[in-house]
């Protein structure tokens, strides 16, 4: 490598001029084709075009495209009609995969495992179990989350009184049938 190429590969930046790859520039070659600047190619395009680089070359003129006009708009009157505001669903609509995987889910489980359940991530997760809260389809237990129906008032209260009670055990009575 004489001090020209090196000059040419200071030039171009110590990078190849065609796939602008710096690995290796000890390595590069600096090719001076017929009529062109000198080309500065790493060995792997180098290998692939040899001394005639695509960087350099005249463009051909291409022949002239016949100009092509945009078609005009429809009138107002024939255009589709937008779908409307109101909240109402489209016609296709993707499944809610929230919704899919908590289908799928534990009796109570973490924002995070809903999250990666559904693909979604946990921020957006949590903003819709806390909407799905609002809306009574999903509960919140502690800091964990249930798609189970809420307890009945008995139930709870039942719940409740095992919870103060250490050394009693609750048997509950079973409707006589008789």
Request: proline share 12%; charged share 30%.
């Amino acid at each position: 490598m004489n001090a020209e190429d090196l000059t040419e590969i200071e030039r171009a930046g110590r990078r190849c001029e065609v796939c602008h790859s710096g690995r290796g520039w000890r390595k590069f070659a600096v090719v001076r084709p017929a009529g062109r600047e000198p080309v500065v190619l790493c060995p792997s395009c180098h290998a692939r075009f040899g001394d005639d680089p695509p960087v350099g070359r005249e463009s051909k003129p291409a022949a002239e495209p016949a100009p092509s006009t945009p078609a005009p708009r429809p009138p107002k009157a024939a255009r589709a009609p937008k779908p409307p505001r109101d909240g109402a669903p489209p016609a296709e609509q993707k499944p809610d995969r929230l919704r899919a995987a908590l289908k799928e889910m534990p009796r109570s489980f973490s924002t995070a495992m809903a999250a990666r359940a559904a693909g979604l991530n946990n921020e957006k997760t949590l903003a819709r179990l806390q909407d799905m809260e609002r809306r009574g389809e999903v509960q919140r237990v502690g800091n964990r989350w249930s798609a189970e129906a809420p307890p009945s008032e008995i139930a709870s209260a039942m719940d409740r009184l095992e919870a103060r009670t250490s050394n009693l055990r609750i048997v509950r009575d079973r409707a006589r049938t008789g």
